[in-house]
């Protein structure tokens, strides 16, 4: 049993202390939250100590790994920490929204071999794994074109949208990562729009955009598109389309059950998609946990690393640039 | 081009006319209806002759089959008097509504070598068509159940259901020749409930019934399930299942077309299934047209014939006595 | 938090234990077998105590409830002796093979307050459980027709089935259930057919049956078929529909995951339904413990009753005494 | 009935042609082709006259209207001959490859009141005219995204690539006019990207690409993506989804029949998508009938009008540019 403390009580933070108390492999070790308040009542509920101090966590020996959860501007603090301190990492996404602290930080872990996960969960959906799974078996043979259909159910508040550093930092990060995983080599061009359709008023306060479009390609030539929205009515739109030279792969969205009305106005009718990213990647949550465990004890490599997280931020990089300057852009002109 | 002549110009009748009309390897030869207008109204739309009479009919040297579409209680007499003329014969289901009748039919045209039809159109769907031979073709084992749910989308008019002779015999007959084509050997006895569901008034009124059950069964076990509705407000419901022990074919239902909407209330709804027979069984009357002129034109047997016509409301029969007496009804028990 | 203890380390029982040691509302108190080795690997793993007997969990006072999911022959006594001991019950299907012990229990613990719930989970399933919501809801008007299928992936090994009681007590009990659950109102006919159509040497030699038809009626009329075999080689085949004056609806198979592959030879093929109840009822199954912690904790009603399990056997001794005798047969003409 | 007659016999025009025939609102006139061999096979299958020329067919009084599938570099041509004659038109598209002689046409047409139709056949296909209408209806509020897919079964031989104009205009122009259909406004920048991922050599010996996408933006900010293969395996993909602020539509594949297969393997298979667009797109090219029948017996506007042509082809070119130079072009860019 890996001994996990998770840091940062938020909701996700919140959700993963949950999952890690009852993942089979892993127990929760403690919680820590900047606000106190939050940490003990999460620990009260699961039955763990809130520790006083990240660094108290750190330091104990009762502590095998970290989940880090905590808001963004401290991922790559408590990384290098929890390196220094010998325990794993299992890291929420994205580890910095500035691409140069990024680097720092892979400069200062360089060549440690403890591990460092990244919280890609889309990496561990089954749906999305599945079709990975085919695609590498070969089954719809050279893969040409990737769609990625990601769209949240609705616009988060003023509050979340001033920190969480723009959309492509933010919410395509998930899509730039998972397109390099299906893609199978890395996007070397980046075109993107963006707009703000669902709430121009705010989108012009805030100078962001609620809605994106995205072509990549690679050097080899494959093709990608993303689109994003944050505002699905109709649930959490999370899909993914392969295309080869054999055939497709399609993973789709999951219902809460496969209920149906059949009516005179209509047939076929399911409730809406899984609501959110806690329902829709539940089972990608859990799994994650168990490929992290799986880093720790028996020496596997992440399948979402470090790495992974700083090439999806400089996809992240490209699309500004694309999108400031109405041209493709390559990814090799991103500086940190 | 076989030139087939149209008797009965009601609603089945006259799709019948445009369809031999519009058929590449037919054309319509003439039309008769006992009630001159509608014989006239349909000959006009479609640039044909209407016959003053089913005689004229049978004597015409441009004519060189029949299909007759026109009140049930005239298909046996028309049937002897097209094969006495020697036209081809596609006639309508049912052959009658009285067994005797159809034996003494039977034993009238008994050695002929002209092709007689039955109109089962299921029996040339499309999507039925491909599961039978799916089923042929071993991809599903050794079949055990079949399951067939048969729907119609409102309830008929009094005056329909008053000279319909029946539940079983009018609808449920349809349902009987899928079970016997699907099964591929006799059922061998037959169990039946039914009741007046949607109008009970009616049903008291008319002692008819709206909603029925059915399990069948073949001499080597094959188990089969039949259920009716007069009311499936959401459409036209016509599937078949074959489970097998190695797999399962569906064929299920048509929709008018593949869109789908999603909203904060339901996703992937469609429209209602297509709204009754002529729409969602057009391809397979096409279909129909295309094997009578393979039967007439090279031999080919029937696919839907007298004597399976003949079975299937022998099936009708045994179902009444089980609906009757509480119990499972040996098919032999049935007597003309 | 209800402190629950497992009689019973078989694989239900191993799978009960690790429910409810997860489940956010229930801790496991102990578990015991009578095979002791069965029990101490459970409690090993689970963290928790392996009781060396039954009655050793039912004098503990860190026990609030008990979950039974040993043999069936001592479902009824480790009820009454929990009743006794004033430990509430959750208890696997069947009560009983006999109905005169299931009878017999009853009169026992007639009066008690304490809550006894059967494991009947497919009343817990959230998509049977949102067709019945539906249904209740009045979306689809009076019910007409209940079509019910269910099919398991497998012929269990021979050993099983003969203890099992045969297919109506053990398998299609659920579905007995689940007849009553969606029709509203007692069952008062049944109609039931058999035959050992998967292996008929084992049928023979076991007088036991693998695929099965049934029909349903109430006293109202409503109609309900049901249809059971041993061998869904595609998977756990679990289906309801519910069709009514207004509508329909369909509770259908839950797949692993949402992929679905497109190639030359198929489009939208998705991996086989989930294995079997371990997998297809694990929400139901936790949403089972939730409504158990209800009952105890707010003095609700059980949704799955004692008088439950009770009538749903006495439905498949109707059935047993149809498919004997070839008959409807009243419900009424049982008798213990 | 609308007397037509049909320009070109090669695989198109003879669709067309029986088409033609067997509408009700339509009779064929006559055919014509450059080989007359065609022609005559055509004439002889269909009971008509093949014409000598196109000129016969343009001086003739007993033909209302002509509908022009002959090849591309022939189309304005005989739009031009035909407006003069007095004879509605319906063309198949592109009208030409090149936008200046598109331009010189329009001018030499300019003010005609006789209609003029192309044929844009998706605009008249039944679930993209009911994702269309649905839209309209404001059922997902206001449009944010358009998404299509379009991707034809194989890639066709050299000789057709050699003379087609180019992937943009040969193919993508059919989703260029969709985009714009349902947008319902212009979009005002194309981005585009291509690649020979099918057949590189080919690519290479024609300067020709296989597979693309494409980003569109109209001036309010909608934002379109499309994308394109000549090589789906898996058969004809063409997919239309419009998301909006209050909901989603999508216009699906349409399978020939709804027959699934359950195995052990994979569940809920179904055959390929239909072939190619003669089956696909058959009930789109009967109301494109119905439509150009509407247009000159009852003065309704095209659906696709000459206009829809000229604008379809403008986007191209901007794809052309944009392909070229890897920026967002925009259409005003595009000069004839």
Partial sequence: MLR???????????????NVARHPRSTLAAVYDVHKPSAERIAHDLGVKAA?????????KDVDAVLIATATPTHADYIEMAIAAGKAVLCEKPIDLSL??????????????IPVQLGFNRRYDPGHAAARAALVAGEIGDLHQVIITSRDPGIPPRSYLEAAGGLFRDMTIHDFDLARFMLGEEPTEVFAIGGALIDPALGAALNEIDSAMFILRTASGKQCHINNSRTAVYGYDQRVELMGSAGMIISDNRKPHEMRRYSSKSVEASEPYQFFFLERYLEAFMAEIDGFVDCVEKGAAPLASFEDGRRALILAEAAYISMREGRIVKVSEVNA
Same sequence: chains 1, 2, 3, 4.
Wanted: aromatic residues 2%.
């Fill in 100 to 113: 140069a602290r990024v680097e720092s930080c892979a400069a200062k872990i360089a060549g440690t071999s």
């Fill in 4 to 18: 996990i403390a998770v840091l940062g009580c938020g909701r996700i933070g919140q959700m993963h202390a949950a």
């Fill in 52 to 60: 006083a101090s990240a660094e108290e966590i750190f330091a104990s």
